[in-house]
C-alpha cells in the first residue's frame, strides 16, 4: 500500500513530462553495444530525463506490453537500481543458465511474483553464442505477464533484448516483429 | 532565525491539528457482525471484498484442501465463536508475514508456514492476527490515518508557502510508512491477546517469544538495507521476543499437557518444502535465507531438499569461500538422502565450471542428463558438454 502510495506522484510527475520518443521502424543503436532493425515504430522512454540501466520501448502502453534492452551490463552490476533495494549482480563468469538465476530474481525482487523461467536453449545474438528462454510471473495488480529473453556475455558484458507482454492479448501481438527484432541484432 | 521560529509555529499548529483529530472509540467486533451500510466501516470492508475477490482468481492462493483444512482447524479451536466470521488465505510468497483484513479475510504466506517448527507457533501468529480482527484495529487505524492525512494536507499548503516544502514532503513519507501497517499500540495488544488466546486454547505458550527469536537471527544476517527511518512506529522483533518471554515467566510452572503439535505440523507442511524454499532462494537475501535453512538443518539434518537449497543460496551468492563450501553441502545431499533433485549435478557441474575444472564440469553435467534426460534445459546442458569436451 504505502508503495503504492509513493509511486502514485511520481507516476503523475511522469504523465505531466513524460519523456517518450518516437522510435521509427529504422536501425536504431543500442548504447555502444548492438544496432537492432525495428520494421515498426514504437514508442520509447527518453532515459536522458529519467536514467535507467536499460532502455524501454512499448508498443500499446507501459503496462500492456514492451522491449527492454540491457546493454553492456558489467562485471558486479545489477539489471535494476531502485527501490532502494539490494539486487542481484551480474558476473563476467555467469553461463546461461546463472544468467537465467539471475533474471529470475531480479524480477522477483524488483515485485514480481511466481517468477518462472523454462526452455532455457542456445541461440545466436548477432554473431555471439548466447542463449533464449521464456518466463512467466505475476504483476503485483494480479496480471499475469509473459517474457522471452535473448542474451549473450561478450566480451564479458551482458547483453539482453527481453520482450514481456500481458498473457491476455498484448504478449501475442508483436511476437513477430520481436522474433525479426531479435534476429536482426547486430553487434557493434 | 525568524524563518526558524515561523517554521517552529507551523509545526506546532500542523501538529496540533493531527492530535485534534479524533478516531473515536471502536468497540470490538461480535461473532457474526456486519457493519451498518452507511458506516465508513462498511465503506472499508466493500475495499477489501473487491481485493479479497482479486485475490481468489489470482492463482496466488494455495487450495491444498488438508493444508487449509488443518490451518482453518487451528483457527477454529483459538477462536470458535469467530470461525464462521474468518476466511483463512494461504497465499504463494516467501517471506515472513502473516495479515488479517478488516472483513475477516486472513492471510498466511507459504514463508511463514517455512519458518515455524510446529503448531504452538502457528496458533500464536493466527490467534495474532484474530486479536486484531476482534478489536477492529483495521477501521481504528484508517480513522486514524484519515485524519492525520486531512492535517497534513494542511500542514504541506502552509510549509510551502513559506518556502519549505521539502519538510511536508519528509512529514509526507512519515504518513505514508505510517499506513503500512498497524500502529505500535495495536500490534502489542495484539500480541497481548494472541498470547492469552493461544494458552487459553491449550497451546505450550513458550513457543510465542521463539518465534520472534527466528525473525531477529535473519534480520541480523539480511543483505538487505537495515532499518527505515519511521520504522519507530512498529515494536522491534526483540522487544516483542523479550515482552513475551516476560509473559511466559509470568505464567510460572507450566503444565505437561501443553499442545506443541511439531509431528502434525511437520506431516502437514511437508511435502511443500522443496517448493517453499524454491521461492526463497530467488528472493536471493541469501544472509538471511542461509540463517533459515541451517536452522531448519538442525531439526531435519541430511534432508535432500534444505541441503540443495543451501547449496543453491552458497553458489549464487559466489563469494570466495561459497563455491568450495556449495560443492560439500551438494556432496552431503547426495550422501545422506535418496530424494535429492537432480539439480544438485547441474549445480555441482557449473560450481566445477566456475572454478576452471573442466572435466568434473563435464561429468557432473552428463550426470544431471543421464538422471534427467528430459530435462526442460537439456538443449543448453548438451551445448554445455560439447563446449567442455
Not at chain 1, 543458465?97 to 536453449?121: D, P
Not at chain 2, 514532503?169 to 505510517?178: E, G, P, Q, R, V
Amino acid at each position: 500500500m504505502r508503495r503504492i502510495l509513493l509511486v502514485i506522484p511520481f507516476l503523475m510527475i511522469l504523465a505531466s513530462c513524460t519523456p517518450i520518443k518516437l522510435i521509427e521502424p529504422a536501425p536504431q543503436k543500442v548504447g555502444s553495444a548492438y544496432i537492432i532493425h525495428p520494421t515498426i515504430a514504437w514508442n520509447g522512454l527518453d532515459n536522458t530525463m529519467f536514467p535507467s540501466i536499460s532502455e524501454n520501448w512499448t508498443a500499446d502502453g507501459f503496462g500492456l506490453n514492451g522491449i527492454d534492452f540491457w546493454h553492456d551490463i558489467e562485471n558486479d552490476k545489477a539489471l535494476y537500481d531502485h527501490s532502494g533495494k539490494e539486487y542481484p549482480k551480474f558476473r563476467k563468469d555467469m553461463k546461461a543458465t546463472e544468467v537465467q538465476e539471475l533474471m529470475v530474481s531480479s524480477l522477483t525482487k524488483a515485485g514480481a511474483e511466481n517468477v518462472q523461467a523454462t526452455n532455457l536453449r542456445p541461440a545466436k545474438f548477432s554473431t555471439a553464442d548466447g542463449f533464449r528462454f521464456d518466463m512467466t510471473y505475476s504483476a503485483t495488480n494480479g496480471l499475469h505477464l509473459r517474457r522471452m529473453v535473448l542474451a549473450a556475455i561478450v566480451e564479458e558484458k551482458l547483453q539482453i533484448i527481453s520482450y514481456w507482454g500481458t498473457e491476455a492479448h498484448y504478449f501475442e501481438l508483436h511476437v513477430d516483429e520481436v522474433e525479426k527484432i531479435m534476429a536482426s541484432v547486430e553487434l557493434i | 532565525m525568524a524563518g526558524i521560529k515561523g517554521l517552529t509555529a507551523l509545526l506546532i499548529i500542523g501538529l496540533g491539528l493531527s492530535a485534534c483529530a479524533s478516531t473515536g472509540d471502536v468497540k470490538p467486533i461480535a461473532p457474526g457482525e456486519r457493519p451498518e451500510i452507511s458506516t465508513d466501516e462498511a465503506g472499508l470492508w466493500m475495499q477489501v471484498e473487491r481485493a479479497e475477490e482479486k485475490l481468489r482468481s489470482s492463482g496466488k492462493v494455495v487450495t491444498d484442501p488438508e493444508l487449509n483444512r488443518y490451518v482453518n482447524g487451528i483457527v477454529c479451536r483459538l477462536e470458535p465463536d469467530y470461525c464462521q466470521d474468518i476466511r483463512v488465505y494461504v497465499v504463494n510468497a516467501a517471506g515472513f508475514n502473516a495479515s488479517m483484513s478488516p472483513n475477516g479475510a486472513m492471510h498466511v504466506w507459504t514463508g511463514l508456514l517455512l519458518r515455524l517448527e510446529n503448531e504452538a507457533q502457528l496458533a500464536n501468529v493466527l490467534s495474532h492476527e484474530l486479536a486484531h480482527y476482534r478489536q477492529r484495529h483495521s477501521v481504528q487505524r484508517w480513522r486514524d490515518i484519515r485524519d492525520k492525512t486531512d492535517g497534513l494536507v494542511f500542514f504541506q499548503l502552509t510549509t510551502a508557502m513559506v518556502g519549505v516544502a521539502p519538510l511536508g514532503t519528509l512529514m509526507a513519507l512519515a504518513t505514508l510508512d505510517s499506513i503500512y501497517g498497524f500502529s505500535r499500540d495495536q500490534e502489542q495488544e495484539a500480541d497481548d491477546l494472541g498470547f492469552e488466546r493461544m494458552t487459553a486454547a491449550g497451546y505450550d505458550p513458550r513457543e510465542a517469544p521463539r518465534i520472534w527469536g527466528f525473525l531477529v537471527a535473519e534480520k541480523e544476517a539480511s543483505d538487505a538495507p537495515k532499518g527505515s527511518l519511521f520504522t519507530a512506529t512498529h515494536p522491534q522483533s526483540e522487544d516483542r521476543q523479550k515482552r513475551l518471554d516476560q509473559q511466559v515467566q509470568e505464567l510460572g510452572d507450566l503444565t505437561n499437557d501443553l499442545i506443541l503439535g511439531a509431528e502434525n505440523y511437520t506431516a502437514i507442511t511437508r511435502r511443500f518444502r522443496s517448493e517453499w524454499l524454491e521461492d526463497e532462494v530467488k528472493v536471493a537475501d541469501f544472509g538471511r535465507s542461509i540463517v533459515l535453512v541451517d536452522r531448519l538443518l538442525e531439526r531435519d539434518p541430511g534432508a535432500g531438499d534444505l541441503l540443495f537449497a543451501k547449496g543453491e543460496l552458497l553458489r549464487r551468492r559466489g563469494k570466495e569461500a561459497d563455491l568450495d563450501a556449495a560443492i560439500e553441502v551438494y556432496q552431503s545431499a547426495m550422501i545422506s538422502s535418496d530424494d535429492y533433485p537432480p539439480e544438485v549435478h547441474r549445480s555441482i557441474a557449473l560450481v566445477h565450471w566456475t572454478q576452471g575444472q573442466n572435466v568434473e564440469a563435464l561429468a557432473a553435467f552428463e550426470d544431471y542428463l543421464n538422471k534427467n534426460p528430459n530435462a526442460d534445459d537439456h538443449l543448453i546442458i548438451r551445448d554445455y558438454i560439447s563446449q567442455l569436451k
